[in-house]
Every structure is written in C-alpha cells, then in structure tokens.
C-alpha cells in the first residue's frame, strides 16, 4: 500500500484548508486511517482518525470542534478539513493506515498504524 498526502500551504490565522489522503491498492477499505502532524524537534502529535467502514471520527484535543475527517471509499482518499486555523496547527501533516479492528483512542499512536505516507506541510501566519 502507499499513500500520498497533499494539499498543504500557507494561510492566515482563521482560514481553511483541505488535506487529503490518496492510498493505491484496493485494500484500502481494509484499514483504519489516522492524521498525524509533527513539527521540529517534537513528537508526532495524534491529530484525527476514522474507522475503516467511514464511521467512528475522533479527534486529538488540540483540534476538536475545528477539524474534520471524512473517506470516500470509491475515491480511496480520507479528507482532513482544516478551519479556524491558528499558528500553533503550523506542521507536517501525515496520513497513516492502521490494520487494527480498533477505533478511537485505540488509534491515536504512532505504533498502531502500519503504513505512513510522506507529509504535507502546513504553515499558519498569524
């Protein structure tokens, strides 16, 4: 499986902004998918995932109520809508699939995904 993230850029404080998550392979349905991000120096930080069948959404505290996640199946591509934007969401975002039945915080480490795709930056000016 690979994945690819895109949609990545610069915005001001209170903008949005639509990541998206493009797996290849039909297995895709399969897998659970998470959105990490990480800046210098610091950990990859859990920031959303989404069950494999599309349900189940759950969010890092940091973004709830601001970001979104959503899959299209046919598409084979998980969304990440971004809004209301601040400095402090300034990162490279990554995608990853995770092959556990879980959902939740059952999926909000690093260890429970299995593929990761290269990230996306995304930089927030205040």
């Known amino acids: 499986v690979q994945l690819q993230a895109f949609g990545g850029g610069s915005v001001q404080t209170g903008d949005s902004l639509s990541l998206s998550c493009a797996a290849s392979?039909?297995?895709?349905?399969?897998?659970?998918v998470g959105w990490f991000r990480q800046t210098p120096g610091k950990e990859r930080e859990f920031v959303a995932t989404i069950a494999r069948g599309g349900g189940f959404p759950f969010y890092g505290d940091s973004v709830k109520g601001r970001f979104s996640i959503s899959r299209d199946g046919a598409k084979n591509t998980v969304t990440l809508q971004m809004n209301s934007l601040k400095p402090e969401d300034t990162a490279v975002y990554y995608c990853?699939?995770?092959?556990?039945?879980?959902?939740?915080?059952?999926?909000?480490?690093?260890?429970?995904?299995?593929?990761w795709g290269q990230g996306t930056l995304v930089t927030v000016s205040s």
């Open positions: 392979g039909r297995a895709f349905s399969r897998y659970s």
């Open positions: 990853a699939l995770s092959q556990s039945t879980g959902w939740g915080t059952a999926l909000t480490r690093t260890s429970n995904y299995n593929y």
